[in-house]
T-cell receptor, first 113, second 115 residues
């Protein structure tokens, strides 16, 4: 499973766009890129997933360059309720890479007024 | 609500004891994963089961064991508990195919306190 590197923390004001980048230099051909959000004392929650190019859903966008060695989670117009830890996970679960699953320490996003 | 159910929500026990954590995956999900999250730490993958069989192991201690039953619910057994085992334990489930094959759905967790 590809090792990921993310910033430890980020600060933003309410209403701003936040971009969190994850580096995964040794991503494998079958690996997908998945982002999760975790609030204190709760289980992680799926936000968005992609393989290449750009993916957008109702809460976020995911940008993946052609070499797939990094990805950027974009949160438009954040609010106080977006304060959480965001994890980038790279892998392909069905092909047995779960043995190396690691969420790392994630990026702690703090949104203020 | 993720559809993954974990019980109990809280567990307080003493060192040296044994506890069992239970997880019911989402309907139709065959894979179950167990994670440990200590205070202010990331999630550490422990073990994965697929349709009753162990599929992958992570940093799981020998004092810990798990199983998945025919009805697909899973149990994580922690024995000879130590103070350092105090943590949040999460269960997640996933499907094996289709567009959602790489998405894990997490339960609310069990908070274990070893005194």
């Amino acid at each position: 499973l590809a090792k990921t590197t993310q910033p430890i923390s980020m600060d933003s004001y309410e209403g701003q766009e936040v971009n969190i980048t994850c580096s995964h230099n040794n991503i494998a051909t079958n690996d997908y890129i998945t982002w999760y959000q975790q609030f204190p004392s709760q289980g992680p929650r799926f936000i968005i997933q992609g393989y290449k190019t750009k993916v957008t859903n109702e809460v976020a966008s995911l940008f993946i360059p052609a070499d797939r060695k990094s990805s950027t989670l974009s949160l438009p117009r954040v609010s106080l309720s977006d304060t959480a830890v965001y994890y980038c996970l790279v892998g392909d679960l069905p092909t047995g890479t779960a043995s190396k699953l690691t969420f790392g320490t994630g990026t702690r996003l703090q949104v203020t007024l | 609500d993720s559809g993954v159910t974990q019980t109990p929500k809280h567990l307080i026990t003493a060192t040296g004891q044994r506890v069992t954590l239970r997880c019911s995956p989402r309907s139709g999900d065959l894979s179950v994963y167990w994670y440990q999250q200590s205070l202010d730490q990331g999630l550490q993958f422990l073990i994965q089961y697929y349709n009753g069989e162990e599929r992958a192991k992570g940093n799981i201690l020998e004092r810990f064991s798990a199983q998945q039953f025919p009805d697909l619910h899973s149990e994580l057994n922690l024995s000879s508990l130590e103070l350092g085992d105090s943590a949040l334990y999460f269960c997640a489930s996933s499907v094996e195919s289709g567009l959602a094959k790489n998405i894990q759905y997490f339960g609310a967790g069990t908070r274990l306190s070893v005194l």
